[in-house]
């Protein structure tokens, strides 16, 4: 099945700068890729997603980047806010109906 | 924004023991996940659901059981629970294929 790594465990960034998470998938069948943000001691919510017909797409400060032919696609978090400071899942799935294969998600920190 | 209402938020049992966990969406979603999430592993998919009376095994069924017994209700039940069952249950729902996950709050179980 679908594996998905998820590459930066933590990453602390001084706020107004860029964040970015990198995620790597193995099924060259998988053409739906969400991220999803989960706040301390919070359930996951959705951010941004991607679908295979298009490699950029953006909303607000979040850029998302996919390369199909290397199989990863990556999350920018542009001028970081302290409210950015989250854990963030990268997924990945094929047929959405049966579920996403997450990432181990990412844990960002923005400091002043 | 689609609710999805889960209960017990937190649950203690002994091994052996019998638990349920309820998940509800009053949204009109046909399709309904039961996931853990542990530190190490990310979140995985255990049962998921098309509608109801309908059930399909996720990637890490074991030890689990899923009921769909209306469009709004999903129960997974741990019917000889085992400590390595202590998780965080989170339950999510789509009304359709490629429309945005809802998660609900979550279920914390302990298994003694």
């Known amino acids: 099945g679908e594996k998905v790594e998820q590459h930066e465990s933590t990453l602390s960034v001084r706020e107004g700068d860029s964040a970015v998470i990198n995620c790597t998938y193995t099924d060259t069948a998988s053409s739906y890729f969400p991220w999803y943000k989960q706040e301390a001691g919070k359930s996951l919510h959705f951010v941004i997603d991607i679908r295979s017909n298009v490699d950029r797409k953006q909303s607000q400060r979040l850029i998302v980047l996919l390369d199909k032919k290397a199989k990863r696609f990556s999350l920018h978090i542009t001028a970081t806010q302290p409210e950015d400071s989250a854990i963030y899942f990268c997924a990945a799935s094929k047929d959405y109906a049966q579920g996403l294969t997450f990432g181990l998600g990412t844990r960002v920190s923005v400091f002043p | ?112």
């Open chain 2, 1 to 112: 924004e689609a609710a999805v209402t889960q209960s017990p938020r937190n649950k203690v049992t002994v091994t052996g023991g019998n638990v349920t966990l309820s998940c509800r969406q009053t949204n009109s979603h046909n399709y309904m996940y039961w996931y853990r999430q542990d530190t190490g592993h990310g979140l995985r998919l255990i049962h998921y659901s098309y509608g109801a009376g309908n059930l399909q095994i996720g990637d890490v069924p074991d030890g689990y059981k899923a009921t769909r017994t209306t469009q709004e209700d999903f129960f997974l039940l741990l019917e000889l629970a085992s400590p390595s069952q202590t998780s965080l249950y989170f339950c999510a729902s789509i009304r359709d294929r490629g429309n945005t996950l809802y998660f609900g709050a979550g279920t914390r179980l302990s298994v003694l």
